[in-house]
């Protein structure tokens, strides 16, 4: 078990790419403040340095839980054709070729090599070459960066693949790293396949997603007094709903990019038509992906076309939630509803982690795992091997079927739990041996 009492005498420089403050995308942001928060409080003098997608070097405070704000240093990543900016990871390569002289006219190289280890989450689930973009070259390439200085390199609870082309590439990575954690089973068998003969399992663990362990901050302040007075009444169900602007935005992307059998605009149009038909209950589309409307992946132009499908008292009975709260205050958000559904995987882990009933209208098969490891495997409903009509007479059945939710998640969640914490003091314990390596 932990024991910080060396690490509390001396600085503990962290690099941590991955996840960061200021994105869009709430999931991404609450892998920040969970990564964070647990290690402040387990390694005194921890000094972080996070890398993101803005420019320079900088030095913010945040808020990760409810203690006191940490001060964190801030610099520059990406890829793309600028390649002359010293964040460009052309840059860093070169960089990182030339030794001192690298790490003096580079101050992310020069960040990896003085850090005791380097942290990287990829988002909890972008390492994968699935997405419709170059992703995978920004992911891959700030590890294989970390590798290539020689400095360890320890892979977060994430999920692992899929992968087409690149795994070969992604393998080399993980086998090369100094630990690596996966977020549930089936991910974990994935980490095992990549490694093969190299699976070690005091360095190969399976945990769960970070997010689990994020702190529920209020939003009541946030709030329009509509909202408030739904969630106050405690005699009318309200329903939850995360629509993901990634796959709703566009009519064809889920057929044409990830192969779905299913309409997901009309798999959601018609589950919520039939909750304002057959049920009494209230509707709070939630955007967990915070782009301005207009934008590809904006759960906010998704929830606001949903909207304007209903019209009269079918529609009073929808809200959608600010766009102006943060990662922790659309859990406490979450926390409030009677059933929750979601496309996002981390909306959907603010639900599990909430004591929520909670189903998933899947896109990839990172979404069973982590729903099993919370007894809820049931609950996932993807598009990719059933048709529109399946899908909605699943959410139907799961949203009847909540109080029993509620009561399986109960029974389920408190090891999840434990296991969040416990994997956060194993990897406090990984980054104390390095420590005292590093000064031995």
């Keep these: 078990m932990f024991d910080g009492h060396y690490l509390m005498a001396s600085r503990v420089p962290i690099a941590f790419f991955g996840a960061s403050p200021r994105t869009n995308n709430m999931g991404v942001n609450a892998l920040f403040a969970s990564t964070i928060a647990g290690l402040r409080n387990r390694i005194s003098h921890v000094d972080f340095t996070v890398f993101d997608s803005a420019l320079g070097d900088r030095r913010e405070s945040f808020h990760v839980d409810s203690a006191e704000p940490i001060s964190l240093r801030f610099l520059g990543y990406r890829t793309g054709r600028r390649v002359h900016r010293s964040e460009n990871l052309f840059q860093m390569n070169l960089a990182s070729r030339l030794g001192a002289l690298g790490s003096s006219l580079n ?30 070259q920004m992911i891959a390439g700030c590890k ?7 400095r360890p390199l320890i892979l977060l609870p994430q999920t692992y693949g899929p992968f087409d082309e690149s795994l070969d590439r992604a393998s080399r990575i993980v086998r090369a790293s100094t630990a690596c954690f996966a977020r549930d089973e089936r991910s974990f068998e994935n980490l095992k396949k990549m490694l ?39 005699q009318t169900p309200v329903i939850g709903l995360n629509i993901s602007g990634l796959i709703g935005n566009s009519p064809t992307v889920g057929r044409e990019k990830y192969g779905f059998k299913g309409d997901y605009r009309q798999i959601i149009s018609d589950f919520v038509r039939w909750v304002l038909s057959e049920t009494e209950s209230r509707v709070v589309l939630v955007p967990h992906v915070m782009t301005a409307s207009g934008q590809s992946e904006s759960d906010a132009w998704a929830c606001e076309w949903l909207k304007s499908q209903f019209a009269g008292e079918d529609a009073e009975r929808i809200l959608i939630s600010p766009t102006s709260i943060d990662q922790s205050q659309v859990k406490w958000l979450i926390s409030k509803f009677d059933w ?68 399986s998640l109960g029974e389920h969640l408190p090891r999840v739990k434990e296991q969040a914490a416990r994997q956060m003091d194993d990897l406090a314990d990984i980054i104390q041996n390095l420590a005292h390596a590093s000064v031995n």
């Design 144 to 150: 294989e960066l970390v590798l290539r200085l020689n």
């Design 107 to 136: 101050s992310g190289v020069a960040a990896i090599r003085e850090s005791v280890a380097t942290l990287d989450v990829s988002g909890g689930d972008s390492f994968t070459d699935m997405y419709p973009d170059d992703r995978i």
């Design 340 to 407: 929750f559904s979601g496309t996002r995987m981390h909306a959907t882990i603010a639900g599990l982690s909430s004591l929520v009933p909670t189903s998933t209208v899947a896109y990839s098969d990172k979404a069973i795992g982590v729903f099993e490891s919370c007894g809820q495997g049931r609950e996932v409903f993807d598009p990719r091997v059933l048709g529109t009509d399946e899908v909605v007479e699943g959410m139907k059945d799961s949203f009847r079927r909540r109080h029993d939710l509620k009561m």
């Design 196 to 234: 093969g003969s190299h699976f070690d399992p005091d360095r190969h663990r399976c945990g769960v997603d970070m997010a689990f362990g994020l702190e529920p901050r209020t939003a009541e302040a946030e709030l329009s007094p509509g909202l408030l007075s739904w969630l106050a009444d405690d």
